[in-house]
């Protein structure tokens, strides 16, 4: 069978990771990441898509069995993208991101005014999996996400660092603070929306 790749970030595809149209159907042409929801989760030129997708280039080397530097991988993106329907589309042609629940999202996000942390201005959907940071409480480690979910969220590093990280779905927000791959993670908020 023929391997499909998605035709926005050029990730292989899997039926585990497919994106969804207006309907909840899947979609055949991108994955989750870059289509929900009948629209692209980010507005990105091609040259943002390539600066957004060049922070994988350890997962990309892992499977390759390629040793490539995030310039050498921002090269190959480049001559990879072109030969993509997402990239060969005029702009009036795409389905932008608008979804109204990630601008509620960012919204509610916004509205916590939590100390230190800039306005959040954008989410991509992001895979359990990825996010799924460890915590203490009461002496416990505990995972408060479903690697097998999806989730709007971002990061954004504040300094000596550290980062915020913000997951979000339909019934709860998550924002965490934590260090360089997630280490020494503490929750900041979670709440249900």
């Given at each position: ?6 035709q ?34 980010g ?7 390539v ?23 921002k090269?190959?993106?480049?001559q ?6 997402r990239?060969?589309l ?10 109204p629940v ?5 919204d ?9 942390m ?17 915590y203490?409480?009461?002496?416990n480690?505990?995972k408060?996400?479903?690697?097998n ?19 979000c779905?339909?019934?709860?927000i998550l924002v ?5 791959d ?5 929750i ?6």
């Open positions: 069978m023929e391997q499909k790749f998605c926005s970030c050029g990730m292989p595809l899997t039926n585990e990771i497919l994106g969804t149209n207006t309907d909840g159907s899947k979609n055949e042409e991108y994955c989750i990441y870059c289509f929900k929801d009948g629209a692209f989760t507005d990105f030129t091609m040259e943002e898509m600066e957004f997708c060049a922070q994988f280039v350890e997962e990309y080397n892992k499977n390759t069995g390629q040793n490539l530097t995030r310039e050498e991988y090269g190959v993106l480049r990879y993208y072109p030969s993509l329907k990239w060969q005029p702009a009036d042609q795409l389905p932008h991101a608008t979804s990630k601008q509620q999202l960012i509610e996000v916004n509205a916590l005014g939590i100390n230190g800039p306005k959040i201005e954008n989410l991509f959907v992001l895979q359990g999996s990825f996010i799924n940071l460890e203490t409480i009461n002496g480690k505990v408060l996400l479903d690697d979910a999806t989730y709007w969220g971002t990061q954004v590093e504040i300094g000596n660092g550290r980062c915020f990280g913000i997951a779905d339909e019934h709860h965490s603070e934590y260090g360089k997630g280490a020494d993670a503490e900041v908020i979670f709440k249900k929306r």
